[in-house]
């Protein structure tokens, strides 16, 4: 890790803004961490690595474990999670000029985006068979998205996906992930200089799948990347979003909603890499709650390194608490070595749908079930907007929908 | 004619130690065009009165009835007591994140006249609204008083208010926390409503500030959960001189 290079006078003049925690029902432990010992890289148990072995069996007391119930991993944790039963389904549906290999781990895109940073995303590379890889060819502007529908069928698979948008292409990714399965799986996304590639990965899996898995953006010198991660469904989700730059003047924008219900455990653990100059990040994520044992964890974790002057970075993590017995953990977390950037800070809060604001619609004539759907389609709306996919769009405010319903009932 | 009949209202709280009888026993007509002020010392029962009357499920009704125009308000839910014409402007207005004000005032309007309004003549409506009211336009775009300051909120209240043309209006110390320009923007506000005759108001407040700029037709002084006196305008100016004193004096406290 960099030495702290800036004297004090330019860290004060980093325009960095510190988080608001409140809550109920809920953890928010910011951190603000100015030129000082990197935290985010201590405080992972390992380093990263392709090989499991070189990471020890988590027991749930590590940093990057600490929220994560291991005994409903169904063993991918630990080396007893082994591949087999019903296979996942999996349709590509891509335009003409989009191509798809099978390719071994040795093909030197594979892993390119970096390498794993707990045992399960270890596991999921060593074990994998075939790793997908679907190649954007450069300055090509896709008309249609490229969608990719997994549907679970009982089995546990691991898995390794490729998408590499070439210079200056445009592309949009949909990703689909349905029915039940157990699924360990890294996903890398390549972006040339240049490229644009927008990524909507929906996890509306059956209550019973369990899902895990790198997400890693390795964006190009004036590339931009969006993504927006959707999490409804499966017992156990641990999905962690990473992003780096590869050059100057990337951008990334990344969004995200959850809706937890009874006995769900969603999680979120994101980390943005500064480590080229003039690169800018958005993080927006959003999540509502309700029922018993609703557990909805958000880690946000960015680091500015010394070399990454005039970055400009914002996050975000708003949790609205519908009834009692969920649970929020939300852990923002800004390291900046360098004092000479645009702007940094975070936000996080929680809060609850309570009595007084229902009594308050309702005083205004509004029903109490509909009451319930303003409040929690106006938390979700500007991220919904932000898809851009009337279809998706659609069929996430129905669904949204459809879990308010659940818990009226 | 719209009126709103409360007769022997009595209404207690949870406590510690088992429920409180807050209200024991209020007698009071409002008939639409009329303005009431209600007026006494903090602890007297007038807030329960205000949110009793909107439903609020906090307080729990032991006896007595009230109606409009004779159906039995205590009957209906929050929703519908607001559809049937009752309107309470609070005293601390509820923040409501993820809803815009826009939305909301929307929403609402719909719920209470039975039909969306037509979108051309809404968005001319509202905005002229918040004009009167002082309010900047991009206030349509922020959560429902989140950030607002105290004046904001109280503008807000009556801004619905002049939307949603109650035939009931409950101003539970609406004056409060407010500076003179800002009581003068709700006070002119209220007197809009109160102008076109279609409304009965409630103006419960403890001082008598707020009736320099809202006359009232009646006055009735509030303590221990009753009304211990009634009378007109004059009684505003007896209380502003001798304060509550000689009602609280003797009375059981709160």
């Not at chain 1, 069928?153 to 200056?168: C, K, L, N, W, Y």
């Not at chain 1, 156990?236 to 769900?264: K, S």
Request: hydrophobic fraction near 40%; include cysteine; charge should be negative.
């Amino acid at each position: 890790m960099a030495e702290p290079q800036n004297s004090p006078k330019d860290l004060r003049q980093a325009p960095v803004q510190g988080g608001l925690p409140s809550a109920l029902g809920s953890t928010t432990s910011g951190a603000i961490a100015v030129a000082a010992e990197s935290t985010t890289a201590t405080r992972m148990s390992a380093p990263p690595s392709f090989d499991v072995a070189d990471f020890p069996v988590p027991h749930g007391r590590e940093e990057e474990w600490r929220f994560t119930p291991l005994e409903r991993l169904k063993g991918l944790h630990d080396g007893s999670a082994a591949a087999g039963g019903a296979d996942l389904k999996i349709d590509i549906l891509a335009p003409d000029e989009v191509t798809h290999e099978l390719v071994d781990r040795s093909d030197p895109r594979v892993g390119k985006a970096g390498k794993s940073v707990d045992r399960v995303a270890a596991a999921a590379f060593s074990a994998f068979e075939k790793a997908s890889v679907i190649t954007v060819p450069k300055e090509a502007v896709l008309a249609d998205p490229i969608r990719i529908a997994v549907h679970g069928q009982g089995g546990t698979t691991f898995a390794h996906q490729v998408i590499e948008v070439g210079a200056f292409a445009e592309a949009v990714v949909v990703i689909d992930h349905t029915g039940d399965a157990v699924l360990a799986a890294n996903v890398e996304y390549h972006l040339g200089d240049g490229a644009k590639l927008t990524v909507v990965s929906v996890q509306d899996w059956d209550d019973t799948a369990v899902h895990a898995g790198q997400h890693t953006a390795l964006v190009g010198r004036d590339a931009t990347f969006k993504s927006v991660v959707v999490t409804f469904g499966g017992d156990l989700v641990r999905l962690n979003p990473r992003v780096q730059y590869q050059g100057p003047g990337g951008e990334a924008e990344l969004y995200g909603l959850y809706f937890t219900d009874n006995g769900q455990h969603q999680e979120h653990r994101l980390f943005v890499d500064h480590e080229a100059p003039n690169c800018r990040s958005n993080v927006a994520y959003k999540g509502a709650l309700q029922g018993q044992d609703a557990h909805a964890v958000w880690i946000g974790d960015v680091l500015i390194r010394a070399a990454a002057t005039g970055t400009d970075t914002y996050e975000l993590n708003r949790n609205l608490v519908l009834t009692d017995g969920a649970r929020v953990d939300s852990v923002p977390n800004l390291e900046i070595e360098t004092g000479e950037i645009v702007g940094a800070g975070h936000a996080s809060a929680t809060g609850r749908f309570e009595d007084e604001q229902l009594f308050y619609l309702m005083a205004r004539g509004i029903p109490a079930e509909e009451a319930r759907r303003l409040v929690v389609r106006g938390f979700f709306a500007e991220l919904v907007q932000q898809i851009g996919l009337p279809d998706v769009e659609e069929r996430l405010i129905a669904k949204i929908e459809a879990e308010l319903e659940a818990s009226v009932a | 004619m719209a009126t709103l009949e409360i007769h022997d209202l009595h209404v207690s709280v949870e406590a510690e130690g088992g429920p409180r009888e807050i209200l024991r026993g209020v007698d009071l007509t409002v008939k639409q065009g009329e303005t009431h002020a209600i007026m006494g010392p903090n602890g007297s029962g007038k807030s329960t009165l205000a949110y009793s009357l909107a439903g609020h499920p906090k307080y729990t009704v032991t006896g007595g009835t009230v109606t409009l125009d004779g159906e039995d308000v205590l009957e209906m839910s929050v929703d519908e007591r607001a559809r049937a014409g009752v309107f309470l402007a609070m005293q601390y207005p509820v923040e409501v994140p993820g809803v815009s004000v826009s939305n909301f005032l929307r929403t609402s309007a719909t719920a209470v006249r039975g039909e969306a309004p037509k979108l051309r003549t809404w968005v001319k409506e509202v905005k002229e609204a918040m004009e009167r009211l002082s309010i900047d336009p991009s206030f349509a775009e922020r959560n429902v008083n989140e950030g607002f300051s105290g004046g904001e909120k109280k503008r807000h209240e009556i801004l619905q208010l002049e939307l949603l043309r109650p035939s009931i209006a409950i101003l539970d110390e609406t004056d409060s926390g407010l500076d003179v320009d800002a009581l003068r923007i709700v006070s002119e506000g209220v007197n809009r409503v109160r102008e076109t005759g279609e409304v009965g108001t409630l103006l419960i407040t403890h001082y008598t500030r707020i009736l320099r700029y809202i006359k009232p037709d009646h006055v009735h002084v509030f303590a221990n959960g009753r009304i211990a006196e009634s009378g007109g305008a004059e009684l505003a100016d007896k209380l502003e001189n001798e304060g509550y004193e000689a009602y609280v004096k003797g009375g059981a406290s709160e």
